[in-house]
């Protein structure tokens, strides 16, 4: 069974650039969700994808847009960015409702650290 | 006020100890429980997850839930150097495909040999 891959594992952009990461799910899973950890803080819900829809959105500006591809690879895209942007970027799969005991639990990639300057 | 409180250490025992670990929260629609391990620049791993309140145990590890107090705790038992790490508590409101994990800030674990 193949777990959460993420890439790149680190990444340097420039303020105002545009960024995309790109996330592979656990074999079995059709949910992928987002979050961002900043530096000693724990992680931040970005958004989820669900059968390649979105499926619930935390609190975090339009510039932050994904996919979910048929496959259930998916991609967070950030636009303009900002220093505060700078941070690890953790992709979690899981299974859909309905799949079994712990359907819904989530397992996390290893993360992609981003920095802005 | 934060959602869920975790207290972020550091928290240093020596080898052989009992790591206690702790989280509260507010909102009582939280109904799923879940301690992860994050190691230093790695992703979270998961520990434990349990849904009721009670305790969960699983080798050295033992989770509580007291949803009446909103309290929820990490019991690590004969802790190694390996178990350095950060710990992180996370709770959702449905274990549905439209969930979202709500974490705490971490705390920090040091097992000294």
């Known amino acids: 069974e193949t777990g959460v891959t993420q890439s790149p594992t680190h990444l340097i952009k420039t303020r105002g650039q545009q960024v995309t990461l790109r996330c592979s799910s656990q074999s079995g899973h059709n949910t992928v969700s987002w979050y961002q950890q900043a530096l000693g803080q724990g992680p931040q819900f970005i958004f989820q994808y669900y059968r390649e829809e979105e499926n619930g959105r935390g609190n975090f500006p339009p510039r932050f847009s994904g996919l979910q591809f048929p496959n259930y690879s998916s991609e967070l895209n950030v636009n303009a960015l900002e220093l505060d942007d700078s941070a690890l970027y953790l992709c979690?799969?899981?299974?859909?409702?309905?799949?079994?005991?712990?359907?819904?639990?989530?397992?996390f990639g290893p993360g992609t650290r981003l920095l802005v300057l | 006020q934060k959602e869920v409180e975790q207290d972020p250490g550091p928290l240093s025992v020596p080898e052989g100890a009992i790591v206690s670990l702790n989280c509260t929260y507010s909102n009582s629609a939280f109904q799923y429980f879940m301690w992860y391990r994050q190691y230093s620049r790695k992703g979270p791993e998961l520990l434990m997850y349990?849904?009721?309140?009670g305790n969960k145990e699983d080798g050295r590890f033992t989770a509580q839930v007291d949803k009446s107090s909103k309290y929820i705790s990490l019991f690590i038992r004969d802790s190694q150097p390996s178990d350095s790490a950060t710990y992180l508590c996370a709770m959702s409101r449905s274990k549905a495909a439209g969930n979202k994990l709500t974490f705490g800030g971490g705390t920090r674990v040091l097992v000294k040999p």
């Open positions: 349990t849904y009721s309140s």
């Open positions: 979690a799969s899981s299974s859909g409702p309905n799949s079994g005991q712990g359907s819904g639990t989530q397992y």
